[in-house]
């Protein structure tokens, strides 16, 4: 469970997604925003409360205490930006897919059911990093940039009616090898466990070839040679 803030509008966050995870994020996001109902209509706790204690919930509660749980939660504004990060995940699927997806009923709901909650705050807070702690940084949006770069490119692809987003397929070679140099962003480049590793730098080196990077750079962020990288395009 996340929330992928690739960036601070969640349209563009929405459409910067690789298609696995517009799959997999609009359940996620209903199951957030349901929980936040079912929360408060269970014991008094200090965020938020509702109006009509009759309303059943499209979700059952889950992963309550999850970090972005809690956050969503918190303000009125993060339960908004949250439910038109929803709603933008949903319109994306249907873009990519041509077909609704099986949350957006949920996130309607949600959306619809909104002036039923009392929120103790109104201001949105700073995103919430749920994150391993090499990734976190003073920016949120960096941060799940750094996380994407990192541990998604082994299966992330765009290959539905969207294009990787700037941020992965126009860095330059100075650009990304700073980036490999930063201690969260060190692409494919792990010593050791060669055969095991070696699946995972073909699979970076093939994701990275699709999104337009060069065969120099790909060298450098994998290790593999130039020969096995054109052998990739072939």
């Known amino acids: 469970m996340n929330i992928f803030v690739l960036d601070e509008n969640p349209e563009i966050a929405a459409k910067m997604l690789c298609d696995k995870h517009i799959v997999k994020m609009p359940l996620e996001t209903a199951q957030l925003l349901s929980n936040v109902f079912s929360i408060a209509l269970k014991a008094p ?7 009509d204690q009759d309303i059943e919930v499209p979700y059952k509660l889950t992963h309550s205490n999850h970090p972005c749980s809690l956050w969503a939660r918190q303000s009125k504004g993060n339960f908004c930006w949250l439910i038109e990060y929803g709603k933008e995940l949903c319109k994306e699927y ?6 609704k997806h099986k949350s957006e009923e949920v996130i309607n709901w949600c959306d619809s059911n909104k002036d039923l909650l009392i929120f103790r705050s ?13 990734y976190k ?4 949006v960096e941060a799940y940039r750094r996380y994407y770069l990192k ?6 692809k765009w290959e539905n009616g969207r294009e990787a987003p700037d941020w992965i397929i126009c860095y330059t070679t100075p ?12 692409i494919g480049h792990e010593k050791g466990r060669a055969e095991g590793r070696k699946a ?17 750079v790909i060298a450098e962020i994998t290790d593999l040679s130039l020969d096995e990288i054109a052998q990739l395009q072939e």
């Open 45 to 51: 706790n200090p965020f938020v409360s509702v109006i």
């Open 94 to 99: 249907t873009q990519r897919y041509k077909r």
């Open 122 to 134: 109104t201001d949105m807070q700073a995103f919430i990093q749920a994150l391993p702690d090499q």
């Open 137 to 140: 940084c003073s920016s949120a």
């Open 151 to 156: 541990e998604k490119m082994r299966f992330a």
């Open 175 to 186: 650009q990304l090898i700073q980036l490999i140099n930063r201690e969260a962003i060190q």
């Open 200 to 216: 995972e730098k073909i699979e970076v080196a093939k994701n990275s070839l699709k999104a337009g990077v060069s065969i120099d």
